[in-house]
Every structure is written in structure tokens, then in C-alpha cells.
């Protein structure tokens, strides 16, 4: 009965999603699969012994956790960490067996960061690739350069985590090649030189912010993201040519070109201060959109090693917004969004329902849940060893 109102990429992101939502009551469930204020829960014991327990329906902040588990995911943890001075230390405390062997080192909104010297690893805990994220990295860069550590291996652990953006940015910085970017375009419909209008009108909110820039900008200089030019430059030229001619798509452009200008071949370069010790990603279908693409960027340039589950597979360029009505009436009863553009990986496949593979698959079971991250940590280490034996 769920199933029908989960739209997912990928099974195992509907599975992950179902399982998720069970013991909730949501906006987007008929309230008739709900029959009254109590949920019964048929529970089944590793002896195979099976008992039901009952609980009343209650709101998320006034539960009273105990026991080992992800109580908070992306958004709502790292809406705690930027509100509540103590969430992050006492979150850390509670959630310490997962990361055995670390330290909690800081905590931001976008991510917690851990540190294990014997390891010589840093474990990052992610939350949200937040608007503010380069700040929160950056804090992490200085002060692994100020205390000799830039060649610590880096474990991102994304299994609680979404999207948002400068995934780019962050590559720079977590690692010393060059790499391809995502691509990305976009639909060609009726609504289209709409949506071009929002757009320019954002872009050349930004140039007037920022100012100009020259128009060719050397590729090894790149460390930020655009004023907003490259994407002008693209919608007043091939976008508004892709619609005149009756295109069913415009072309593949770096990611919006929020990075890299329409002509670019896509590829980046590290900036002058980086980490130079491996890279481990922690995956799991929970991860879509920057997250979908920064496991792409990651795993298509071979630039680390992903461990878990695929991604969620649900990462698009733009979006477009229109209200919905009944015939014959003007009230709008929802807002629908549509997806309105292909995001194409590093390789140049299709993203949508194609995350990018992980090196090891380890999925989420009954029997493994409380071992899960010890057998993907255990991986994450193999991974690193060989590494480290394998540097000149």
C-alpha cells in the first residue's frame, strides 16, 4: 500500500525509503491506511522469535531515544546543529560505537567531523551540502594544514545525507587531480523560455553582484563557483537557438554552468591546498541529487572508493513549479514540481535511475544492522592500506 506513494529512482531506494516511512504518518499517505493514534509493530528477535509492541503516534522532538540508531538525517540534523549549542556533543556521545576508534573533532551544520590518529584518518558525518559548506570545509582544510595532517585518508560518510550544492568545490579541495564534473540539460517544452527568464534574471543577479569577469577565464584558475556569466552566456546563445529550432533537448553543459563555461570539457583542478591521503565513501540509496553527483565525480574519475549501497539515482539540472487546479475552479490545490533536465555523469551516462557503483557492496540487513558499520569501516581500512602501500 506505501509503495504507490514513494517515487524512486531505484529499488533499493524505495525499499530504504519504505522502511523508513512505516512507523510515520505523513502528509503524502491516505490518512486511511491509518486507523487510529497507535501503531502496533510485529517485531521479529535474531532467535526467530516474533512479539508485537504498540506505541502512540507522537511528535518527532518529543521522543525520548535510546538504543543505537541514525535518529537524525540530513536537513532536520543539521537544522539541531546550527539551533541547539548542545545537540552536536550529545548526538556525538550517544552515536560514538559507530565510528569506533574516533574522536569527535568539530561539528558544523553541513557535517561533524571525527579524527583517528592511529588510523591517520578523518571521518566526515555528513549532514547537508548547505550553502554555507565551503566555510565549514574550509575549517577542516586549515586545520589539517596547520597540524600536518593533509595526507590523513578522508571517510565521507553520506548515508544520512542529501543534496545542495559545491560538491565541485570540495573535490578541489579533498584531493590533488584533475577531474570531470557533471554535465547536465535541459528539456524543451512549452515552459521553457519561462524558465530561461527565472534564470537569467538570477544570473544577472549575480553578475551585478559580483561584477564581470574575463571572457575566457583559464581553466587552472577555476576555484570558485561563476558570477553567473557562464550561465547568461549559455541561455542568451544555445538555450534560446535549442528553442527556435524545436530541440527536444538543448545541449549538455557543465552543470548549469555554476562552474564552468558552455565550451569547457568539464575538468577541474585541485586547488593549491589540498588533502593527499585517500578518499572512502560511505554510501547508501538514502543519497540523491549533490549527493548522487558527488559519488559520480568521486567514482567515474576514479578518485576514491565507494563502499555500501548505490546511491538514490535522483539527481536532475532544474526544476519548474506550476499550481494545479480543478476544471472550473481557480483555487490552486497543489503545487506540482516538474523535473526539467538530464543530469549526466563524468562518463556520460545518464544519472537518473544510474547512480554511479560502488566498489564493494555491503547492503543494510536485519542481520548485519548492528555490525553495519564496523563491515564498512573494515572495507574503508583495506582500501586505505592499499593506498598507502601503493604511494611513492
Same mark, same amino acid.
Given at each position: ?8 529512482? @531505484? ?22 491506511? /491509518? ?24 511528535? /518527532? ?88 595532517? *593533509? ?19 570540495? *573535490? ?22 519561462? *524558465? ?48 527556435? @529550432?524545436?530541440?527536444? /533537448?538543448? =545541449? ?11 565550451? @569547457? ?59 494545479? #487546479? ?12 516538474? #523535473? ?27 542481520? =548485519? /544492522? ?7 569501516? #573494515? ?14
Amino acid at each position: 500500500e506505501l509503495a504507490r506513494y514513494h517515487g524512486k529512482s @531505484s529499488r533499493e531506494s524505495l525499499w530504504w525509503d519504505l522502511a523508513y516511512s512505516l512507523p510515520l504518518k505523513t502528509w503524502f499517505v491516505d490518512p486511511a491506511l /491509518y486507523d487510529r493514534d497507535r501503531i502496533a509493530f510485529t517485531l521479529q528477535r535474531a532467535d526467530g522469535d516474533r512479539y508485537t509492541v504498540e506505541a502512540d503516534y507522537t511528535s /518527532y522532538g518529543d521522543i525520548d531515544w535510546l538504543g543505537r540508531d541514525t535518529l537524525y538525517t540530513d536537513i532536520t540534523r543539521a537544522e539541531y546543529v546550527g539551533r541547539r549549542g548542545d545537540f552536536a556533543r550529545q548526538d556525538a556521545e550517544r552515536n560514538a560505537w559507530r565510528y569506533d576508534g574516533y574522536q569527535h573533532l568539530f561539528a558544523t551544520p553541513g557535517y561533524d567531523c571525527w579524527i583517528n590518529d592511529e588510523k591517520r584518518a578523518f571521518l566526515l558525518q555528513w549532514n547537508l551540502f548547505r550553502s554555507d559548506i565551503r566555510d565549514d570545509m574550509q575549517k577542516l582544510v586549515d586545520y589539517a594544514a596547520e597540524n600536518d595532517k *593533509l595526507d590523513y585518508a578522508i571517510i565521507w560518510d553520506g548515508l544520512s545525507s542529501r543534496g545542495g550544492n559545491y560538491a565541485v568545490w570540495m *573535490l578541489q579541495r579533498m584531493q590533488g587531480k584533475p577531474f570531470r564534473t557533471t554535465f547536465g540539460n535541459l528539456r524543451i517544452s512549452d515552459i521553457t523560455p519561462a *524558465l530561461a527568464d527565472e534564470l537569467r534574471d538570477w544570473a544577472r543577479g549575480r553578475v551585478n553582484k559580483a561584477g564581470e569577469h574575463a571572457d575566457i577565464v583559464p581553466a587552472r584558475e577555476i576555484r570558485e563557483p561563476d558570477n553567473g556569466r557562464f550561465l547568461l552566456d549559455w541561455l542568451d546563445h544555445d538555450l534560446a537557438k535549442a528553442i527556435q @529550432s524545436g530541440q527536444a /533537448y538543448s =545541449n549538455d553543459v557543465p552543470f548549469k554552468n555554476y562552474y564552468l563555461p558552455k565550451y @569547457s570539457d568539464g575538468v577541474v583542478h585541485p586547488a593549491d591546498v589540498h588533502f593527499t591521503g585517500p578518499i572512502v565513501l560511505l554510501v547508501g540509496p538514502a543519497g540523491c541529487s549533490q549527493v548522487d553527483q558527488f559519488v559520480s565525480m568521486v567514482v567515474d574519475n576514479g578518485l576514491g572508493y565507494a563502499v555500501g549501497m548505490e546511491a538514490g539515482g535522483c539527481s536532475n539540472t532544474w526544476e519548474w513549479e506550476e499550481d494545479l #487546479t480543478f476544471p472550473g475552479r481557480e483555487a490552486p490545490f497543489a503545487t506540482y514540481m516538474w #523535473t526539467a533536465g538530464h543530469t549526466i555523469r563524468p562518463n556520460g551516462e545518464v544519472l537518473e535511475g544510474n547512480s554511479s557503483p560502488v566498489d564493494v557492496y555491503i547492503p543494510l540487513t536485519r542481520d =548485519n /544492522y548492528l555490525d553495519y558499520y564496523d563491515l564498512l569501516l #573494515t572495507e574503508a581500512y583495506r582500501y586505505i592500506a592499499r593506498q598507502r602501500r601503493q604511494a611513492p
